[in-house]
């Protein structure tokens, strides 16, 4: 039985984000990323699993890991690329496959970047941070263990057996049921052998390191001038963030809890929503990882599911039906045109449409196929599309996948869209100049880079979002950590602003990490700067740009079961846990004294006020000598968890009888940037201090120890 699941896995069918393309795979090897090729091995038999060799960096875990170290272990490596939709659907069937086997499988995933932006480590870390991935994972930048197991398409998945042998593997999405089956097999197979290791893996989580802010990876962003009304795709809180143009909170909407739940703004739940479209006092809302669309009455506050099942549509012969009772796939932006409402589907690379009347979904335009192709609307292709604009003529697309801007004709589609009938398909007039799909600018799905200029010329890095305003269509080249503007017409691309590198400067050099989300009001650009966490503002007559700060919002309230860390550490270690050894301290014997605890943090930050600072004192040699409190006090530990603690921290000692003592002291800070974006850190410092109780006269009655954090 065993020998049947494993052969069924290793041959599974292909059904990913993208295969290495012949010219992807040459300039992948003109660039020596080397590896030994297991492919004709595993054909002539049993083959070991080569090592993790050659990662420019690990996350989720404090050293590198080995096959050899993990022997006794189920190990299956996820190779994936951050920018790939299909790579994403993979996460919660990992996430199912980790929990079921907690103590005997260890997931491990290897990063093998398509995009420049995507080898760097910290980006890869944000990306680890915004989909709660808690496995750990390798830069394999320079590709070396992909080749090493010879990978040919992301997202693939390779199973190795306790022994340490290859023994199957799977491209593409979908395979959890196949999965499951071989690993519950393989699992029993070895506790029978007895060569099973069933010590859970203890890791260093990254998302230790981090705390809450009032936006989490904001995706999306929409300005509406009329109604002076900003919302804001707060994705990472599941909701929608409303406020002012000026940055006025307004309300939330979503309880902040992951779930598909409608009704009252308070109780209703999202899960990781993106791009929004604004008709009157109707928002919609690309509820992106519950494939659903939700329609969102800002009058009578409340939610409502218009189109989706909840289940990702994995069948790419459905082409439309019944909006309620047809599941659709990662919906990533929307865009309003009459009484259509348009639908960037990143899932299956398609255009969709929904008839606001009738509630019918069909596909608007392309095959299903990942590609850069133009054409008529039933002949296109697109790669992720997940950016829309339109003036109610032209749907213009951000094509994240092929690098590019396309453009498709309203013309003919409130005449009649693409009917469901392929015969009807076949022979509707769909060959006229009002229903291609072109190109504007840009690259293909390997042709991507930061490069001004025309038309095909013209280099994006993976564009997630647009905003049309007077003729001018902005775009956010995500990983070129710009804002692009694109003439239509002439089809020319100059950067309008960011200076190519991630940061969070404003003024005018300003520079942005990884901008998702675009919307024009009242003379300024509103950028959702998603690795920021932040609204950014930017004067389109000055190119000035400020970060809008959102007084009075907070981060969703933590559920009563979370830890008060969330650190995934024991408690002695603490989160991002640092350890100083302070010089020996000397106080006078038979005396009051105080313990001063100073930290000094980084410029331009300050201490979560809603954040739970922790710290702990403890006598650890010598309590015969040192007690913690007053006069009367005989303590040998203190505990404490505070809001509102400020630095430097001052807390009583009684010295006793002249003698020598040791303190320990752990302080866990959650401190934050001064406008509350960017990144809210948490540190752990350890201080461990020998100190002499001494009679002598004039002796010091104050112990001081000094920290700093990065």
């Known amino acids: 039985m065993l020998r049947k699941t494993l052969y069924a896995l290793r041959f599974v069918a292909l059904s990913g984000c993208l295969l290495l393309s012949a010219s992807g795979a040459r300039a992948q090897d003109d660039q020596g990323k080397g590896g030994d090729d297991v492919s004709q091995a595993r054909l002539r038999g049993r083959v070991r699993a080569p090592e993790l060799e050659g990662g420019r960096g690990w996350l989720n875990t404090d050293r590198p890991l080995s096959i050899a170290g993990l022997r006794g272990k189920v190990v299956l490596l996820d190779f994936w690329t951050y920018g790939c939709v299909n790579c994403m659907h993979v996460i919660p069937d990992l996430k199912r496959l980790e929990e079921k086997y907690l103590k005997q499988l260890v997931v491990i995933g290897v990063h093998s970047a398509k995009f420049e932006n995507e080898k760097e480590t910290e980006n890869i870390r944000r990306i680890v941070l915004r989909y709660g991935i808690e496995h750990p994972v390798v830069n394999d930048a320079d590709f070396r263990i992909w080749h090493a197991y010879a990978v040919s398409a992301w997202p693939t998945l390779a199973l190795i057996d306790t022994d340490g042998y290859v023994v199957g593997e799977a491209a593409g999405e979908g395979h959890y049921e196949v999965l499951d089956k071989a690993i519950g097999e393989l699992v029993e197979d070895a506790r029978k052998r007895g060569t099973l290791d069933e010590q859970p893996l203890k890791l260093a989580l990254e998302r230790a390191k981090v705390g809450d802010l009032p936006l989490a990876f904001p995706g999306k962003i929409l300005a509406d001038e009329k109604s002076d009304r900003l919302f804001v795709a707060d994705s990472n809180h599941n909701r929608v963030v409303v406020t002012r143009l000026d940055g006025t909170l307004v309300e939330t909407i979503g309880s902040g809890e992951r779930g598909t739940k409608d009704g009252a703004f308070e109780q209703a739940s999202f899960y990781r929503p993106q ?341 702990k004192v403890s006598v650890e040699g010598g309590a015969e000598h040192l007690v913690l409190g007053g006069v009367a006090a005989d303590a040998r530990a203190l505990v404490k968890t505070a809001k509102d603690l400020h630095l430097p921290l001052s807390l009583p000692l009684r010295a006793l009888a002249p003698g020598a003592a040791a303190l320990r002291v752990q302080l866990t800070l959650y401190y934050c940037r001064e406008d509350n974006t960017g990144t809210c850190r948490i540190k752990t410092l350890v201080f461990r201090a020998p100190v002499e109780i001494t009679g002598e006269a004039g002796a010091p009655r104050e112990i001081k120890l000094e920290g700093k954090v990065e």
């Open 275 to 615: 791009g929004m479209a604004l008709d009157g006092d109707t928002l919609y809302v690309a509820d992106t990882e519950n494939h659903l669309v939700r329609r969102v009455d800002l009058k009578a506050r409340a939610v409502q599911t218009i189109a989706g099942t909840g289940e990702q549509l994995r069948d790419l012969s459905v082409n439309g039906g019944p909006a309620r009772t047809t599941p659709i796939n990662s919906p990533w932006d929307l865009a309003c045109a009459g009484r259509a409402l348009y639908i960037a589907m990143a899932g299956p690379h398609q255009i969709w449409r929904l008839d606001l009347d009738t509630r019918q979904l069909s596909v608007f335009a392309g095959t299903g196929r990942e590609a850069r192709a133009d054409g008529a609307r039933d002949e296109a292709g697109f790669a992720q599309p997940s950016g829309l604009a339109t003036d109610g003529k032209t749907l213009y697309v951000a094509d994240a996948e092929s690098n590019t801007v396309r453009a498709v004709s309203l013309g003919g589609a409130e005449r009649g869209e693409l009917k469901s009938n392929e015969v009807e398909m076949k022979t509707a007039s769909l060959s006229s100049p009002a229903d291609e799909v072109r190109t504007l600018a840009g690259g293909d799905l390997f042709d991507f880079g930061d490069r001004d200029g025309e038309g095909d010329d013209v280099r994006l890095q993976h564009p997630l979002g647009l905003a049309l305003r007077d003729g001018r269509l902005f775009i956010a080249d995500t990983y070129n950590h710009k804002i692009k503007v694109l003439d239509p017409r002439s089809r020319t691309v100059k950067t309008f602003a960011g200076t190519g590198k991630p940061g969070q400067a404003d003024g005018a050099g300003a520079s942005f990490y990884e901008p998702g989300g675009l919307s024009v009001a009242r003379g300024r650009l509103y950028v959702a700067d998603t690795n920021n966490h932040a609204v950014r503002v930017v004067d389109l007559a000055t190119k000035q740009t400020a970060t809008l700060v959102i007084h009075g919002l907070q981060p969703p309230a933590t559920p009563a079961t979370a830890s008060a860390d969330a650190s995934g550490e024991s408690e002695s270690a603490g989160p991002n846990a640092e350890e100083f050894k302070a010089a020996p301290q000397r106080v006078a014997a038979a005396s009051d004294a105080t313990l001063v605890i100073a930290v000094a943090l980084p410029a331009g930050y300050h201490l979560n006020p809603s954040a739970p600072q922790r710290y």
